[in-house]
């Protein structure tokens, strides 16, 4: 697993080398890959992006505090897209962490979130805005194993986040830049990596491609086995334009100010 630079401020393109060790790390991890082994692999990834993270913001502060906090959860409502790993990771983090009833609980949720927002992208999203079924008093409840683009996810003003639901015109959220930087390089990474094995690097709704996911005992397994197909699950952007950039959604390009 590569190490976070020690200076990445300085260098432009310290996205583009932590993206590439987290591909290369990620590609190796696929070859005999079980459940066990990609909860230890994300897990380094999750630690390391962190990492990164707190050496970049300590280096090249925000210009204004990020008004991100336990109880706010205005960014769960939105649109979020994952990649297969992600998915497969969530997913058997959930089964192996829930009680038999917890999970049928959430599965229940996860259902009834699909059957609301399939076949909906990003301005559709928005405008009708639909809690997460993992979200439980204004919370994650699965906070641990969250997507790389709920950790990217951040704010300066929580009242604009807040405006965005349901909005027909730009408001601007500005963001702290390096942040946002940082994983959507991951998940550019486990995009690339899902296709150097011969997979497809679809970027999937997180709602159907968690659906699709739990349906499975061992989703790991199944989808190694080429017995669980997320194609059901492609983001609409993707579907209409597969060379479209990565955790690059429409709300992001409208919405998005950089505070850095």
């Given at each position: 697993?590569?190490?976070?630079?020690?200076?990445?401020?300085?260098?432009?393109?310290?996205?583009?080398?932590?993206?590439?060790?987290?591909?290369?790390?990620?590609?190796?991890?696929?070859?005999?890959?079980?459940?066990?082994?990609?909860?230890?692999?994300?897990?380094?990834?999750?630690?390391?992006?962190?990492?990164?993270?707190?050496?970049?913001?300590?280096?090249?502060p925000?210009?204004?505090?990020?008004?991100?906090?336990?109880?706010?959860?205005?960014?769960?409502?939105?649109?979020?897209?994952?990649?297969?790993?992600?998915?497969?990771h969530?997913?058997?983090?959930?089964?192996?962490?829930?009680?038999?009833?917890?999970?049928?609980?959430?599965?229940?949720?996860?259902?009834?979130?699909?059957?609301?927002?399939?076949?909906?992208?990003?301005?559709?999203?928005?405008?009708?805005?639909?809690?997460?079924?993992?979200?439980v008093?204004?919370?994650?409840?699965?906070?641990?194993?969250?997507?790389?683009?709920?950790?990217?996810?951040?704010?300066?003003?929580?009242?604009?986040?807040e405006?965005?639901?349901?909005?027909?015109?730009?408001?601007?959220?500005?963001?702290?830049?390096?942040?946002?930087?940082?994983?959507?390089?991951?998940?550019?990474?486990?995009?690339?990596?899902?296709?150097?094995?011969?997979?497809?690097?679809?970027?999937?709704?997180?709602?159907?491609?968690?659906?699709?996911?739990?349906?499975?005992?061992?989703?790991?397994a199944a989808?190694?086995?080429?017995?669980?197909?997320?194609?059901?699950?492609?983001?609409?952007?993707?579907?209409?334009?597969?060379?479209?950039?990565?955790?690059?959604?429409?709300?992001?390009?409208?919405?998005?100010?950089?505070?850095?």
């Amino acid at each position: 697993m590569p190490k976070a630079p020690s200076k990445p401020v300085q260098n432009p393109d310290f996205v583009a080398t932590l993206e590439a060790g987290i591909r290369r790390a990620l590609s190796a991890a696929m070859a005999g890959l079980t459940g066990k082994k990609l909860a230890d692999t994300m897990g380094l990834v999750f630690e390391l992006g962190g990492s990164t993270q707190e050496k970049i913001t300590a280096k090249d502060p925000p210009k204004y505090a990020i008004a991100c906090k336990d109880g706010c959860a205005h960014c769960c409502r939105l649109y979020v897209q994952v990649t297969p790993l992600e998915a497969l990771h969530l997913a058997r983090w959930l089964i192996t962490h829930r009680t038999p009833e917890e999970l049928a609980a959430v599965k229940a949720r996860v259902a009834a979130a699909d059957d609301a927002t399939r076949g909906k992208g990003t301005d559709a999203r928005t405008l009708v805005p639909r809690p997460c079924p993992l979200l439980v008093n204004e919370r994650c409840s699965a906070y641990e194993a969250r997507p790389f683009a709920c950790r990217g996810a951040n704010s300066a003003n929580a009242e604009a986040c807040e405006s965005v639901l349901g909005a027909t015109e730009r408001v601007l959220t500005p963001s702290y830049r390096h942040q946002r930087e940082i994983w959507s390089g991951m998940v550019r990474a486990s995009a690339a990596a899902v296709r150097d094995v011969g997979k497809r690097p679809d970027l999937l709704e997180l709602n159907a491609a968690l659906r699709i996911a739990l349906s499975f005992t061992d989703p790991v397994a199944a989808w190694m086995a080429g017995l669980l197909d997320f194609t059901p699950a492609q983001c609409v952007e993707e579907a209409r334009a597969m060379a479209k950039p990565m955790f690059t959604t429409g709300y992001e390009k409208k919405n998005l100010g950089d505070i850095r």
